[in-house]
């Protein structure tokens, strides 16, 4: 009979190498997919406890928010953050691999929630909003909303000077009178075809899938400060129906500061009449936990029935269905159109009068006036280059301003001037996607 001992000895052996490098292993791999590893060789390779990913993010956070924002003195994107935590998150959780999505959406606010902080942590935006009338486009991001709602004020009636007269509006005095929001983008161009906005005076707000934070901050100050109505548009199925819900009521993520009474314009069980109909998408969830939430949403019990097992989207209508059927509800809420105050309306008239009056004016003296010979300075370039030497905030043309006679003060508050009039709320863009949460 053939001895076994020598060949089990040997595998043995061999196992118990594998078993005492296999951390070693990970660690070299670790270090060769992020070379920055190896400075935490050391406390990884004798680790004994295994960390979990919060954990470590609950350790770190604090450090991590502080280098992201210079100690609190400027603003921080999530990401910014979530690059500072990342390393020393993976060196002490056996390098399971951070998802940004979980540290940005979950981690980060559920750690400044639970310790109540004011951290001025800044998400992208992920949809956008636009106001009927001025063409102004503004991302649904943290600090495009913030000075949207800091800019925000009431009519303002421009006098007439060597140009006409006007009314700067910015927010929904004399702008508009209800919010719609729709839980998708890209029906902008079909929007403008038919001059929704405009025509209702809408603030028309749009995001790619679930509201974010900032478009509810949107939502509950302006809808709630101002008595005005908000009519959501959304696919008919689950998450059509938590968006619904979500605009209206507290979150993990948002606490409304108002009472918000959403209007459905749907899509309901009474729209989806002979439009294509999808199965409904997979999920973990219990049957019972569904219709609860369905429930909570302002599903009704038939439509519940039908949400279980099938979906519908808003894509399956028509241009001129959707559009029908939009018109359709907003006109049953007895929607009308924008007007001020009479104090604003008779305001508004004299300045228009006045500028009519001014136009004529100054047509007259266009006809008489002689232009005069205008001499370059030789040296304008280097006054120019000097001015910006001792004024690095301020632009070429401006240091032509100073040459001119204007004092610095002057060129600054004429840029702010038209900073305000340009509704330019812009702040940041999302390159990748992956902009505010939900």
């Known amino acids: 009979m053939t001895d076994e001992r020598p060949r089990n000895i040997a595998n043995d052996m061999l196992d118990a190498i594998e078993t005492a490098t296999k951390k070693w292993t990970r660690q070299k791999k670790s270090e060769e997919r992020h070379p920055g590893m190896i400075r935490y060789r050391a406390s990884r390779m004798t680790k004994v406890a295994r960390?979990?990913?919060?954990?470590?993010?609950?350790?770190?956070?604090?450090?991590?928010?502080?280098?992201?924002?210079?100690?609190?003195?400027?603003?921080?994107?999530a990401r910014q953050v979530f690059y500072q935590a990342r390393p020393k998150i993976m060196a002490m959780t056996d390098d399971r691999a951070l998802d940004d999505n979980y540290f940005t959406q979950t981690l980060l606010p559920d750690y400044i929630e639970e310790y109540d902080l004011d951290w001025n942590v800044i998400y992208d935006a992920r949809g956008h909003f636009e106001e009927p009338h001025t063409n102004r486009r503004i991302g649904c991001g943290t600090l495009e909303v913030r000075n949207y709602l800091y800019a925000m004020k009431e009519p303002e009636i421009v006098a007439p000077e060597f140009s006409a007269a006007a009314v700067d509006i910015i927010g929904p005095a004399g702008?508009?009178?209800a919010i719609l929001y729709i839980e998708k983008e890209g029906f902008d161009a079909l929007f403008k075809a038919v001059d929704l906005a405009n025509r209702y005076d809408l603030l028309i707000v749009s995001n790619k899938g679930l509201s974010v934070v900032a478009a509810r901050k949107l939502i509950d100050e302006i809808c709630g400060d101002n008595d005005l109505p908000l009519f959501v548009l959304h696919?008919?199925?689950?998450?059509?129906?938590?968006?619904?819900?979500?605009?209206?009521?507290?979150?993990?993520?948002?606490?409304?500061?108002?009472t918000i009474e959403a209007i459905d314009l749907g899509l309901r069980l009474d729209d989806i009449t002979g439009l294509q109909r999808e199965p409904a998408a997979a999920t973990k969830m219990s049957l019972q936990k569904r219709r609860a939430q369905l429930s909570n949403n302002s599903a009704t019990a038939a439509e519940t029935d039908v949400l279980l097992?099938?979906?519908?989207?808003?894509?399956?209508?028509?241009?001129?269905?959707?559009?029908?059927m939009i018109e359709r509800k907003l006109n049953a809420h007895g929607l009308t159109k924008v007007v001020p105050d009479d104090a604003v309306l008779k305001d508004t008239y004299r300045a228009f009068h006045r500028s009519r009056?001014?136009?004529?004016?100054?047509?007259?003296?266009?006809?008489?006036?002689?232009?005069?010979?205008?001499?370059?300075?030789?040296?304008?370039?280097?006054?120019?280059?000097?001015?910006?030497?001792?004024?690095?905030?301020?632009?070429?043309?401006?240091?032509?301003?100073?040459?001119?006679?204007?004092?610095?003060?002057?060129?600054?508050?004429?840029?702010?001037?038209?900073?305000?009039?340009?509704?330019?709320?812009?702040?940041?863009?999302?390159?990748?996607?992956?902009?505010?949460?939900?």
Do not use: H
């Not at 470590?56 to 924002?69: D, R």
């Not at 097992?309 to 029908?324: H, K, M």
């Not at 001014?358 to 040296?379: G, Y």
């Open 309 to 324: 097992s099938e979906r519908v989207e808003l894509n399956a209508l028509t241009s001129d269905a959707l559009v029908a």
């Open 235 to 258: 696919d008919f199925d689950f998450d059509g129906f938590k968006i619904f819900g979500t605009l209206q009521r507290d979150t993990r993520r948002y606490r409304f500061e108002n």
């Open 357 to 438: 009056q001014l136009e004529e004016k100054f047509k007259q003296i266009e006809s008489e006036f002689k232009e005069t010979k205008i001499k370059v300075p030789n040296d304008l370039r280097d006054q120019v280059c000097t001015i910006l030497t001792k004024q690095t905030k301020i632009r070429w043309d401006d240091a032509i301003q100073v040459v001119l006679g204007a004092t610095l003060a002057d060129v600054q508050a004429k840029k702010q001037e038209a900073k305000e009039k340009s509704g330019n709320f812009t702040d940041s863009a999302d390159p990748d996607g992956s902009g505010d949460a939900p």
């Open 175 to 177: 702008g508009f009178g």
């Open 51 to 77: 960390v979990t990913q919060k954990d470590a993010a609950w350790e770190v956070m604090e450090a991590a928010y502080m280098a992201a924002s210079a100690n609190d003195t400027l603003p921080a994107k």
